[in-house]
């Protein structure tokens, strides 16, 4: 697989319009997919997981290309992971998908899950074998996600690590106010209450929303064992034209040798070098 964007053609089913900055997002996936299942692949029986998994294909705007969504990218790197699991909740995208992976992927493990991935949590994790390591990946559109449902997951096999999209920039830090009331969504994604109260006692009064809640979210996961992921080791990603930020996407694992990795794919990500050559 070269270090290049992959793109699709055009085949009669459903593509979803995104913004020109998914690329970047595809870009880190692609790296890390194929740089997580090659190095493993002496070592482990490797399954990938892709909570939120869309069409398979997807359209830039304004612009005549189609890529390769995460599904199809996880599935065309060089070691292939040895079991695939894929949820989508919206039946139009879900059909788009199996048609596409039955078609061109048929000699893969994959496993198509049809709904929302909370409602299949047992189902999931029965379908990764007790001795693998899981790669899963989170890109949900916001932050209506619960991180608990993250931690099942996380107990599954010998190990999982997390890709996940923090969309702290286009959601949270956009309704402030709202997210500071109890009860809100953000509560969910964190996993507890108390962060409202560390950032009402915050010393610093100019203390970025999206930085505080994206280091809340690392100390959440520490606390079933993940190490906890600086923000510095967070890849924030912009809109193209005005630069205005999005999201962080961000790597959690239980173990150092995936930050070595991801700290690879961040740096190769930024260059048009090759990670594989
Ligand atoms: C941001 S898109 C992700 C796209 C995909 N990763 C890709 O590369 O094209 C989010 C997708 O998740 C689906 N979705 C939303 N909530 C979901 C849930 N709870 N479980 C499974 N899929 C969900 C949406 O229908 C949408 O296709």
């Known amino acids: 697989m070269k270090n290049e964007t992959l793109y699709g053609e055009d085949d009669g089913l459903p593509i979803p319009e995104v913004g020109p900055w998914t690329e970047d997002k595809f870009d880190l996936t692609r790296l890390y997919c194929q740089i997580f299942s090659s190095s493993m692949k002496n070592m482990w029986t490797r399954v990938y997981v892709d909570l939120y998994a869309g069409s398979g294909l997807c359209r830039i705007k304004g612009r005549n290309q189609i890529l390769l969504g995460s599904p199809l990218i996880a599935l065309s790197v060089d070691a292939p992971f040895n079991r695939y699991i894929f ?32 409602e299949h949590i047992d189902e999931i994790c029965s379908m990764i074998p007790n001795k693998s390591i899981a790669l ?13 449902d993250l931690k099942r ?3 599954c096999a010998s ?15 956009r309704n402030v106010p709202h997210y500071l009331l109890p009860d809100s969504k953000i509560d969910r994604m964190i996993g507890n209450t108390k962060w409202r109260e560390r950032w009402n006692l915050r010393t610093d009064i ?9 280091r809340e979210f690392a100390q959440s996961m520490s606390e079933v064992g993940y190490l906890e992921t600086p923000l510095h080791q967070m890849r924030e990603v912009k809109t193209h034209d005005k630069k205005v930020p999005l999201y ?13 990795l991801w700290a690879q794919v961040l740096k190769y990500s930024t260059k ?5 050559q």
């Open 87 to 118: 949820c989508e909740s919206n039946p139009e995208r879900f059909s788009a998908l199996k048609t596409r992976v039955e078609k061109n992927y048929a000699k893969h493990d994959t496993r198509l899950i049809a709904g929302k991935f909370e």
């Open 136 to 148: 899963c990946l989170v890109d949900p559109f916001d932050c209506d996600f619960d991180v608990d």
């Open 153 to 155: 997951i996380s107990k």
């Open 159 to 173: 190990g999982v690590d997390f890709l996940c999209l923090l969309a702290l920039q286009m959601d949270a830090k």
């Open 206 to 214: 100019h203390e970025d929303f999206a930085k505080f809640l994206a």
């Open 248 to 260: 962080y996407l961000a790597m959690f694992s239980k173990n150092e040798t995936a930050f070595k």
């Open 272 to 276: 048009q070098s090759s990670l594989f």
